[in-house]
């Protein structure tokens, strides 16, 4: 069989470690399988953090580049999924950063406020958590990300975000508070 | 609310543009062409600093060589020149070993005649 369309098929069979090991020795038909398979996932958590789809693209294919060029730094001790998902986050945030939309207004900062508990169930779906998020300003939303959807600490987002542990919660308050008024809104335009 | 955007966001899942992993490829490859482009200047300037020590060596190494010359004629002049001193004696050696050629070549011709 010729060997182009053998090294096709055997991508396609190949388990996560053997494609690993065919994009470690630069194999461009494995890695092209390993964006395939995953580009839609980070894409999607791309776009969560950033509101024009264009801009998300590019800071996937920043991250995809990354993740082929750091390949080797890859332990094997967590689950390959979750490395990438790190490295997508950063370049989100990274990209973030370099336009200066992580910059939080000083009146967002203090922290008179009470989380209020809410239980009620909002039958979300999908489609809808996007559109809400890009309501949010950039502060709310990466924090919000941050803790809700990646589960992160309070400290590890200050780390990240370069603010401090208090505004990180006071931003997470805020975006919480803002985002059931969308929701609510949401509801009732769909009862109207 | 936690929970719902937790779970739902999970399975977001959007299509990049078919000309995306084009892009990745070809930035891939553009960045394996920089590491080979970058690894001939270090090649290059590794081989002339192996060179120019090569040169410095031989150098350093054929001035050694002279001086050791330089050296052993001087001594070897110094030797000389304590024979000089002694030229009477060397003289006086010589013109007996000539006295001596002459006597044995007039016996042999004395012998011939006889």
């Known amino acids: 069989m010729h060997l182009k369309y053998k090294n096709i098929i055997g991508s396609l069979v190949l388990n996560t470690e053997q494609l690993l090991e065919h994009c470690l020795a630069g194999d461009r038909k494995a890695q092209q399988t390993l964006y395939e398979k995953y580009s839609p996932v980070l894409l999607g958590i791309c776009r969560r953090y950033i509101s024009q789809l264009q801009d998300a693209e590019d800071v996937l294919m920043d991250g995809f580049l990354k993740i082929f060029l750091n390949l080797n730094q890859f332990d094997h001790r967590g689950s390959f999924e979750g490395w990438m998902k790190r490295i997508m986050i950063n370049e989100a945030l990274m990209w973030l950063r370099k336009r200066k939309l992580l910059q939080i207004e000083l009146d967002e900062k203090v922290l008179p406020l009470e989380e209020v508990q809410d239980n009620r169930h909002w039958e979300l779906t999908e489609s809808d958590i996007i559109p809400v998020l890009d309501q949010l300003p950039e502060g709310y939303r990466t924090v919000f990300n941050l803790y809700v959807i990646e589960e992160y600490k309070h400290r590890e987002i200050a780390e990240l975000m370069g603010i401090s542990i208090n505004t990180s919660k006071s931003q997470l308050i805020l975006a919480k508070k803002r985002m059931k008024q969308l929701l609510e809104q949401k509801k009732q335009s769909q009862n109207d | ?114």
């Open chain 2, 1 to 114: 609310m936690e929970q719902e955007f937790r779970d739902q966001s999970k399975s977001i899942r959007l299509t990049p543009s078919p000309s995306s992993w084009e892009t990745i490829r070809r930035r891939l490859d553009e960045k394996k062409q920089n590491k080979k482009v970058k690894l001939y200047p270090i090649l290059a300037m590794a081989a002339s600093i192996t060179g120019v020590l090569l040169l410095v060596s031989l150098l350093f190494m054929k001035n050694n060589r002279e001086a050791a010359w330089s050296a052993t004629s001087i001594n070897n002049t110094t030797e000389f020149e304590d024979h000089a001193d002694n030229t009477d004696i060397y003289w006086q050696i010589s013109q007996l070993n000539q006295a001596y050629t002459r006597l044995n070549m007039n016996m042999s011709a004395d012998k011939k005649n006889l």
